[in-house]
């Protein structure tokens, strides 16, 4: 009964440090001359947030099963946003919108 007791308490403490964590990765780049976008913030309400390198690169650590509300933004550009879910570790599949000279990161559902 001791033992049980135990590994009940070990899981629990546990567990909570298994959630899956995974990552958004996108690419900024102005929509009308393809060109990437340094420093454009990319954020997620919840889960934080990262900023574009040189090539208009971003990496965000997300957590598996959760929904968000991913922003990017950069001066002289109208606040591009989108709802995204992250169902699972799978591979991701992107998606391209067009709006006020963005070609968004390509959020994915992972």
Request: hydrophobic share 40%; aromatic share 8%.
């Amino acid at each position: 009964m001791r033992l049980k007791l135990f590994l009940i308490v070990l899981l629990a403490a546990v567990l909570p440090g298994l959630a899956q964590s995974s990552k958004i990765v996108g690419t900024v780049v102005n929509a009308f001359t393809g060109a990437p976008i340094s420093g454009a913030t990319v954020s997620l309400s919840k889960q934080g947030n990262a900023t574009t390198d040189a090539n208009g690169n971003f990496v965000l650590r997300v957590t598996a099963g959760t929904s968000d509300r991913m922003l990017v933004a950069y001066d002289g550009y109208e606040t591009y946003g989108a709802d995204i879910t992250v169902a699972s570790r799978r591979h991701p599949r992107g998606f391209r919108h067009y709006r006020s000279g963005y070609h968004p990161p390509q959020p994915h559902q992972l």
